[in-house]
C-alpha cells in the first residue's frame, strides 16, 4: 500500500470547517484514497472513498487534484463530537486485504 | 451497515494466565478477518489475518505460538493472547469486508486489555 502523510493535529472550533490533507505521492493506478475515523477507545469508523475528483456523502467531502498525489478531507461545521483521529489509507479497491493504517491527524474541536 | 462485536469489552488479568478475545460478524459470513493490536496514542498495527477453516497468517515480528487463533466458523474468530505480560496490555481491534469486492472494512469496538 502506499504510504501516506498526515499532519499529526489540528484544532478547530465548533461550527468551522476542517480539511484534513493527506499525501500520498507513490499511489498506484488502481489505488483508492479512503479515510476512517476513530474515537478514542473505540475501532475505526469508515468515512469516505473515492478515486479522483470529488466525493461527498452525508458526513464529509473528499477532494482528490488530477494527479491524486494528495487528497482532502473536507468536514462541514464541525461539532464536539467530531474530535477523533483522521486515517488516510490507500489501497486497491478489490479482494479482501488488511489495511495499513499511518499515524493518523488527531483532531480537536473547541466550543 | 455491518455489525462487528467483541467480547469482553475490557479485561483485566494478571501476568502468565491466558485470555480469549471473541470476535464476531453478526450481519455477514465472514471469511476473512483481520487483528489489529493498537497501543496508546499510537495506530493500529496488524497482527494476523484469519482464516476460515486454515491457519492465520502473522505479520513479521507477531509470535504465532503466544497469539493464537481460530476462525472455526464463518461469524466467528478468537484470539488468545496466551501467558500475558504486562507488555501485552493494549487495545485489540478485529475487522472484516463484506465481500471482495468492497473495501469498506467494519471494525468490531475493540478490546481493552489490561495484564497486571
Known amino acids: 500500500l502506499a504510504k501516506t502523510t498526515q499532519p499529526i493535529s489540528m484544532d478547530s472550533y465548533e461550527g468551522q470547517e476542517v480539511n484534513i490533507t493527506c499525501s500520498h505521492n507513490n499511489i498506484a493506478t488502481n489505488d483508492y484514497i479512503t479515510w476512517y475515523q476513530q474515537f478514542p477507545s473505540q475501532g475505526p469508523r469508515f468515512i469516505i472513498q473515492?478515486?479522483?475528483t470529488k466525493v461527498t456523502n452525508e458526513v464529509a467531502s473528499l477532494f482528490i487534484p488530477a494527479d491524486r498525489k494528495s487528497s482532502t478531507l473536507s468536514l462541514p461545521r464541525v461539532s464536539l463530537s467530531d474530535t477523533a483521529v483522521y486515517y488516510c489509507?490507500?489501497?486497491?479497491?478489490?479482494?479482501?486485504?488488511?489495511?495499513?493504517f499511518g499515524s493518523g491527524t488527531r483532531l480537536q474541536v473547541q466550543p | 451497515g455491518a455489525v462487528v462485536s467483541q467480547h469482553p469489552s475490557w479485561v483485566i488479568c494478571k501476568s502468565g494466565t491466558s485470555v480469549k478475545i471473541e470476535c464476531r460478524s453478526l450481519?455477514?459470513?465472514?471469511?476473512?478477518m483481520f487483528w489489529y493490536r493498537q497501543f496508546p496514542k499510537q495506530s493500529l498495527m496488524l497482527m494476523a489475518t484469519?482464516?476460515?477453516?486454515?491457519?492465520?497468517?502473522?505479520e513479521q515480528g507477531v509470535e504465532k505460538d503466544k497469539f493464537l487463533i481460530n476462525h472455526a466458523s464463518l461469524t466467528l474468530s478468537t484470539l488468545t493472547v496466551t501467558s500475558a505480560h504486562p507488555e501485552d496490555s493494549s487495545f485489540y481491534i478485529c475487522?472484516?469486508?463484506?465481500?471482495?469486492?468492497?473495501?469498506?472494512?467494519?471494525f468490531g469496538p475493540g478490546t481493552r486489555l489490561t495484564v497486571t
Open positions: 489509507l490507500v489501497g486497491g479497491n478489490t479482494g479482501r486485504r488488511a489495511l495499513t
Open positions: 473515492g478515486y479522483k
Open positions: 450481519d455477514f459470513q465472514a471469511t476473512t
Open positions: 484469519s482464516n476460515e477453516g486454515s491457519k492465520a497468517t502473522y
Open positions: 475487522s472484516t469486508q463484506r465481500d471482495r469486492a468492497s473495501y469498506e472494512q467494519y
